[in-house]
């Protein structure tokens, strides 16, 4: 079975800095689709970023942007010049069918 | 495009309770994801449906869990009878294939 594992619970940022949240996880499937999506305190569940296995270049959405290693199983998102409207749970997710969620990590974002 | 419309978007009752979650899915997505949230265990998926099919039930808690898609426009998740234990945010969620997953904005339940 498939596993996703964000192993930071939580993280913090000063405004306009960067930040990189992690996520590792396992598969023995060689094509499938990885997501990033923000929940605010409003709980909605939103796409942030998203990437085919099959595509070696990294996905970017404006200041959102992954750093995909495939080999390592590895998925972080980075967060250029972090606003405070990018406080949120984070959760990375795997999809072959259906998506397999990460814990979660909980950004922080210091004015 | 609605978007993924889950109803209500709160409920509260009182332990041994009927409560129906009810799920219209996107037009057109064929696939139908039910998720439960909790702090405890993240999101966790229940069952999912393809073609108005259950495929996959194995995350259902227990026989008080049952969820049914009639047709490809509806879905309801019952829980008979409620505990408290069963207290969650509880997501639907469509797709095709291909697609992104689309989420609805969730049920907040509430058992007393």
């Known amino acids: 079975a498939q596993t996703v594992t964000q192993s930071q619970p939580e993280m913090s940022v000063q405004e306009a800095e960067t930040v990189t949240l992690s996520c590792t996880y396992d598969t023995s499937e060689s094509d499938y689709y990885l997501f990033w999506y923000k929940q605010p305190p409003s709980r909605q569940m939103i796409l942030v970023i998203r990437?085919?296995?099959?595509?070696?270049q990294n996905a970017t959405e404006n200041r959102f942007s992954v750093n995909f290693q495939k080999a390592a199983k590895s998925f972080s998102l980075k967060i250029s010049d972090s606003q405070l409207g990018d406080a949120a749970m984070y959760f990375c997710a795997y999809r072959s069918t259906p998506l397999v969620f990460g814990k979660g990590t909980r950004l922080s974002v210091i004015a | 495009d609605a978007g993924v419309i889950q109803s209500p978007r709160h409920e509260v009752t009182e332990m041994g309770q009927e409560v129906t979650l009810r799920c219209k899915p996107i037009?057109?997505?064929?696939?139908l994801f039910w998720y439960r949230q909790t702090m405890m265990r993240g999101l966790e998926l229940l069952i999912y449906?393809?073609?108005?099919?259950?495929?996959?039930d194995s995350g259902m808690p227990e026989d008080r869990f049952s969820a049914k898609m009639p047709n490809a426009s509806f879905s309801t998740l019952k829980i008979q009878p409620s505990e408290p234990r069963d207290s969650a945010v509880y997501f639907c969620?469509?797709?095709?294939?291909?697609?992104?997953?689309?989420f609805g904005d969730g049920t907040r339940l509430s058992i007393l």
């Open positions: 990437q085919e296995a099959y595509k070696q």
């Open positions: 037009s057109g997505h064929d696939y």
């Open positions: 449906f393809n073609n108005n099919v259950p495929i996959d």
């Open positions: 969620a469509s797709s095709t294939q291909v697609t992104v997953p689309h």
